[in-house]
Structures are given as C-alpha cells and as structure tokens.
C-alpha cells in the first residue's frame, strides 16, 4: 500500500489483488501526475478510510474480480458508508449484467480490459473532476447555510421580502417598523449573505 496519506488532495484509491497489475497502474497514474493510494483489497481500503475519517478526497479505481471481497461487494460497503466518490470498475471478465448491476449502484464508469492507458487516465480524470465540483457544492451549501444562520429573526424576515422584490418602504409598512431600520437590516442581511444587490441576493437563496 502506499505509504502518502494526504487525503486532502485529489487521489485515485486503486484496489487490485494482482501486485504486477497493481504495481503497473500505479505506475502508470503516477507518471501522469496523480497521486495514488495503492490497496491490495477491499479489506485493506476499508481500513485506510476508517481511519482517515468519513470524508475524502478522489476516486475509487477498483478490480471487478478479487479474492475473498469482490469489487461489487466493496463497491456495496463503500455505498453503506457514505461514500459517494466517483468509482471505476476495471475487468478482463466483464459482462453486460455486471457492467448494468456496477452502473445501478453509482459507478462512473466500467473499463474491460485490455484498455488503452490513455482512455483510462482520461475517465480518471473526468471522474476527478466530477469529485472537485460535488465538493465545490457541498462547500458552497455549508457556506449558504452558516450565512442563513447568522441572520436574525428579522434580518430573515427582511431577506425575504428584498430577495422578493419589494421596496424598502413596503417591507416597512408590512413589518409596522421604520423605513431606516429596514435599510439597516437591508444593509447587513446583503453583508452577511455576501452580496451587494437584491437580485444576487435572489440568486443565492435560489441556488439548491
């Protein structure tokens, strides 16, 4: 197994209990820039991620026909424990209801054997892409909703009507308050959402 444990980073967990092939892929991925985590099992992958905690960077590249777990089964616990990283399945055995039995379940792809290297680094690639932008977006939503929480009661209640459309004297007559103290409210609810007009603030609330 290797021996870089910077889960941070963009990986590709490789999972192979054929140590010539194992070797030759890892090779092959680190020559082209990738950082890779090389895993004789199932077992011995599941071990590393217990321990590195439930969130990781990369990919799952994983051997469809392993022995004594299999890389469906893996692919099923990966499942089970929340990990929803983009996963290829590599095979010389394949066949159709593998390949749809493999696509059901999330894999991003399945590549038979013999594949070129190219076409392989290439879906690697894409998959690690995939990863950045459902990262980007769980970053995104977390950062959403630590600004809604930082909002008061009428800060929300103010939010609301701007992000609405409405003019500060109407918000004002419809909250029984000063048109100044909706302006003050106005002024932190864009401070604190990170924006500077009610239509960004419109955006931003829209976006899932």
Not at 17 to 34: E, I, K, M, T, W
Not at 122 to 146: F, P, T, W, Y
Request: aromatic share 6%; hydrophobic share 45%.
């Amino acid at each position: 197994m290797s021996t870089m444990t910077d889960t941070n980073q963009h990986v590709v967990y490789l999972v192979d209990d054929d140590p010539v092939v194992r070797d030759a892929l890892a090779f092959l991925l680190g020559s082209r820039g990738l950082l890779v985590h090389a895993f004789d099992g199932g077992e011995a992958l599941l071990a590393f991620l217990a321990k590195a905690g439930p969130l990781v960077r990369g990919v799952f590249v994983l051997d469809v026909r392993m022995a004594p777990m299999s890389g469906l089964r893996l692919h099923e616990l990966l499942n089970e424990r929340g990990y929803s990283n983009p996963l290829l399945f590599l095979s010389g055995h394949g066949d159709i209801p593998m390949v749809v039995e493999a696509l059901k379940k999330g894999a991003f792809d399945f590549l038979e054997k013999p594949y070129s290297d190219n076409t392989l680094v290439d879906r690697i690639e894409q998959a690690l892409a995939v990863d950045a932008a459902s990262h980007q977006h769980g970053a995104n939503m977390h950062q959403k909703i630590a600004r809604l929480a930082s909002l008061s009661d009428r800060e929300r209640e103010v939010m609301v009507r701007v992000a609405s459309g409405k003019l500060n004297k109407v918000i004002a007559d419809e909250l029984c308050i000063a048109v100044r103290t909706v302006e003050v409210h106005r002024a932190r609810v864009f401070a604190k959402m990170g924006v500077r007009s009610a239509a960004e603030l419109a955006g931003r609330l829209a976006k899932p």
